[in-house]
């Protein structure tokens, strides 16, 4: 049975991608703004952190941060296996 998990290339890809929407986000909350820019609604829901609407900023950033340290645990097991 052949697995379909990420490959190393592709979990850093995505942390880059967090990267980017946690800094957008932050952006968005030291500007108090409220409207999420659509290329950032694009990349939170293709890596799966959006569910519902209506989310806020900080839980959305609350999200994103669960997230990273999940593909970092990934990562880190990789690099062990070797």
Do not use: C, F, Y
């Not at 967090?18 to 990349?43: C, F, G, H, I, Y």
């Amino acid at each position: 049975m052949v697995e379909d998990r990420p490959t190393q290339l592709q979990l850093d890809q995505q942390l880059r991608e967090l990267d980017v929407v946690l800094e957008a986000l932050e952006w968005m909350n030291l500007k108090q703004e409220t409207a999420l820019p659509a290329s950032v609604a694009r990349l939170l829901h293709e890596l799966g952190l959006v569910d519902r609407a209506g989310l806020s900023g900080p839980e959305l950033q609350v999200r994103v941060l669960d997230k990273q340290q999940h593909i970092r645990r990934r990562l880190s097991s990789i690099r062990r296996q070797g």
